[in-house]
């Protein structure tokens, strides 16, 4: 099993700043996994980030919009960049540990006002 | 490609009735399905999971599905459901390269009835 630990746990932002949501888990995973889940919709995968490596992004999602840091094998980061009102969701990361079934942090709830 | 199909994005039941959540996938190879619930301002949570083995999957808190390749289901019952079911329930199929990628369903919202 993987522990992870997300924070912040939400925030309120202003528009056309950028925050930064961190991810911990408590083994040594190769990838990590970034989600949106906008209000009332599933989950979509934002991007999936190796350590030693450029993060991959889904369609839709790019760089310069949601930079991705993954310094080691136990942390990731996540920015959302210039933010407005339509980037305001949940922010999930996850881990899938070797031979057994994916494992999600508690979520980051962003507002941008 | 891999895609999942929610059939029913809002289910009401009574406490005590069963409970079904239905779901169809898509895919090229043999799937890993999941079941996750996400409660009210918590985490998401593993219900079950299907990997190729038996095709009736039993999870947590009562909750089992079937596997059934011919009708490319993969539904999620309970014989009787309980307050505290009440949530968001999805239907996951895992991204067949196996890097962990997960594919949700739309998703769809369990009500308990007293």
């Known amino acids: 099993s993987a522990v992870i630990s997300q924070k912040p746990s939400r925030d309120i932002c202003q528009r056309g700043t950028s925050l930064t949501i961190q991810c911990q888990v408590d083994s040594q995973v190769t990838m990590m996994f970034w989600y949106r889940q906008q209000p009332g919709q599933s989950l979509t995968l934002i991007a999936t980030a190796n350590q030693g490596s450029e993060a991959t992004y889904e369609s839709g999602f790019v760089i310069d919009k949601f930079p991705i840091s993954r310094p080691n094998l136990t942390f990731s980061t996540l920015t959302v960049s210039n933010m407005s009102p339509e980037d305001s969701s949940i922010y999930l990361c996850?881990?899938?540990?070797?031979?057994?079934?994916?494992?999600f942090g508690q979520g980051t709830r962003l507002t941008v006002v | 490609a891999q895609s999942v199909t929610q059939l029913d994005s809002h289910v009401s039941v009574s406490e005590g009735t069963p409970v079904l959540l239905r779901c169809n996938y898509s895919s090229s190879y043999s799937p890993s399905l999941f079941w996750y619930v996400q409660h009210p301002n918590k985490g998401l949570q593993l219900l079950l999971k299907?990997?190729?083995?038996?095709?009736l999957v039993k999870g947590i808190n009562g909750f089992e599905a079937e596997f059934k390749k011919s009708e490319t289901s993969f539904h999620l019952t309970k014989p009787s459901a309980h307050m505290s079911d009440a949530a968001e329930y999805f239907c996951?199929?895992?991204?067949?390269?196996?890097?962990?990628?997960?594919?949700f369903g739309q998703g769809t919202t369990l009500q308990v009835k007293p």
């Open positions: 996951v199929v895992s991204d067949p390269s196996n890097t962990g990628k997960l594919i």
């Open positions: 299907y990997t190729s083995a038996a095709t």
């Open positions: 996850s881990v899938v540990p070797p031979n057994t079934e994916a494992f």
